[in-house]
Nanobody, 117 residues
Framework: QVQLVESGGGLVQAGGSLRLSCAIS????????MGWYRQAPGKQRELVAA?????????NYQDSVKGRFTISRDNAKNTLYLQMNSLKPEDTAVYYC?????????WGQGTQVTVSS
């Protein structure tokens, strides 16, 4: 059974920073890709950033977060991170951690990020 547990969300003022963490049960080397998604009220869930099993050099970002967010992984700790800087009110959403194993998706429960103006 794969478990993903997010943490690090909260309330922050515009321009501030947060770091999200996603602790994954077992070895993260099993997964061919991992990523962060977000879902704002009334909107569809969207990809924020994704990283392949080869590491940070293969990271992809949604255009709206490029230069502000950084996805990374700590293989020894089986943990995925999302460093979010220069946060904007439009970044407000529930953020979900995702791990993909050859087409099979695993999700965390989500963590709320609220950015006040």
């Amino acid at each position: 059974q794969v478990q993903l547990v997010e943490s690090g969300g909260g309330l922050v003022q515009a321009g501030g920073s947060l770091r999200l963490s996603c602790a994954i049960s077992g070895s993260i080397f099993r997964f061919n890709s991992m990523g962060w998604y977000r879902q704002a009220p009334g909107k569809q869930r969207e990809l924020v950033a994704a990283i392949t099993s080869t590491g940070a050099t293969d990271a992809n970002y949604q255009d709206s977060v490029k230069g502000r967010f950084t996805i990374s992984r700590d293989n020894a700790k089986n943990t995925l991170y999302l460093q979010m800087n220069s946060l904007k009110p439009e970044d407000t959403a529930v953020y979900y951690c995702n791990a993909n194993f050859y087409g099979l998706d695993f999700w965390g429960q989500g963590t709320q990020v609220t950015v006040s103006s």
